[in-house]
């Protein structure tokens, strides 16, 4: 399995990004998704997670802005991340958790003026 995010970039406070983590290699429809970020100097931290039913889980930091999705026809998850903040400036990772753990290799979201 290989998890490919895009989507990161620079944006001012108050603008939006859409990420997105296209999965190879497995049976996307069947199992659940998250995003992570990690800001620099701190650890990694849980964002947001779908189930292969499309319900939904987010951090508090982020329920009222963020909203993950996912198209299984395309074997796409995304992350629509709205309201930005400069506290949200991390890289944003995909992670599957199915018969191992698979992580996608990170996308770098800076939101600054």
């Known amino acids: 399995v290989q998890l490919q995010a895009s989507g990161g970039g620079l944006v001012q406070p108050g603008g939006s990004l859409r990420l997105a983590c296209v999965a190879s290699?497995?049976?996307?429809?069947?199992?659940?998704m998250l995003w992570y970020r990690q800001r620099p100097g701190e650890q990694r931290e849980f964002v947001a997670y779908?189930?292969?039913?499309?319900?939904?889980n987010y951090a508090d930091s982020v329920s009222d802005r963020f909203t993950i999705s996912r198209d299984n026809a395309k074997s796409t998850l995304y992350l629509q991340m709205n309201s930005l903040k400069p506290e949200d400036t991390a890289v944003y990772y995909c992670y599957a958790p199915w018969d191992k753990n698979y992580w996608g290799q990170g996308t770098q979201v800076t939101v600054s003026s």
């Open positions: 290699g497995g049976i996307f429809r069947i199992y659940p």
């Open positions: 779908i189930n292969a039913g499309g319900g939904t």
